[in-house]
């Protein structure tokens, strides 16, 4: 059987974040000064004293979630992943931890894409929303239905888990889904307090730039699979990686068959490294029958 390692992403975020590993640890305080150095600006200052507000910015949120994560990552003695995943940011962690990009390569990569994004959201006034009790296959049907009365965007965004659906598109169009997704039987219709509809067509001007940014990059070959969110299955090739890794900023974020591909692959054991346990939670809904460990 398999260990598997997965890595969260925004929204695991929390003030105070890697503060006791900073004044703990000399090799996460040096990967702390260096991360203040290539981005430019002390993120550590940010995730140590800064408010939870400070926080949700998108271009703060995304190096401090993959930061964070990275430290707890390497906090553990003989880590060796069998397969890795990360739950939209975190494939950028799951690519370090299997060797495919470098620690300095993929800050910058999420530096831009979070930077990408945040102009993104900007541009086009959008937002997302929880879909809690409904059939996946509804929602999708719902999210149909809502474009054509609105005639604006709303897409599924994340397949979390079971019952769990996170939708993403214009203002308008999702606050009409949530009301057709309660009609429907939906026990919660959410807003959530993000800037942004991430992974839906509305991210496609931070897609171009991030893609550029991919195209200069040097990608290794992995140690292990990467089971990536678009395609929801088990990646070796570094250039259908980099595409995939493209992809994933317009498209959807497959959590739920990432993780039912591992299981079925072998995998019995889920070491979630990052900030909180969200992933470790949605696996548990997902499968059971699995062990699952959070380090933060």
Wanted: net charge negative; glycine share 8%; aromatic share 6%.
């Amino acid at each position: 059987m398999k260990h598997a390692f997965v890595f969260p992403g925004q929204g695991s975020q929390f003030p105070g974040m890697g503060k006791e590993h900073y004044a703990n640890n000399a090799f996460a305080k040096k990967l702390f000064e260096q991360a203040n150095e290539l981005l430019g600006f002390r993120i550590s200052d940010t995730m140590f004293e800064g408010s939870g507000e400070d926080l949700r910015q998108t271009n703060v949120t995304q190096p401090a979630v993959f930061l964070h994560s990275i430290i707890a990552f390497k906090s553990i003695d003989g880590a060796k992943p069998e397969m890795v995943a990360g739950h939209s940011l975190g494939e950028f962690s799951a690519l370090v931890a299997n060797g495919v990009l470098s620690f300095e390569d993929a800050l910058q990569l999420v530096a831009i894409r979070a930077r990408a994004m945040q102009d993104a959201c900007e541009l086009n006034p959008s937002t997302m929303a929880a879909i809690l009790g409904l059939a996946d296959e509804k929602v999708e049907e719902i999210c149909v239905e809502t474009a054509k009365q609105t005639g604006q965007i709303v897409v599924p965004a994340n397949y979390n888990c079971p019952g769990q659906l996170v939708i993403s598109g214009t203002i308008q169009a999702v606050e009409r889904a949530c009301e057709n997704m309660k009609a429907a039987g939906a026990k919660r219709a959410l807003i959530l307090p993000v800037g942004g509809a991430f992974h839906s067509i509305l991210m496609e001007p931070a897609k171009n730039e991030l893609k550029q940014a991919i195209e200069g990059t040097t990608f290794h070959s992995p140690a292990c699979p990467v089971y990536q969110n678009v395609v929801a299955r088990p990646v070796f090739d570094r250039d259908e990686i980099k595409e995939n890794l493209i992809d994933q900023l317009t498209g959807p974020v497959r959590w739920t068959q990432c993780v039912q591909a591992m299981i079925k692959d072998g995998a019995s054991k889920f070491t979630e490294a990052g900030p909180g346990k969200v992933l470790s939670g949605l696996i548990a809904k997902i499968d059971r029958s699995v062990e699952t460990v959070a380090v933060s």
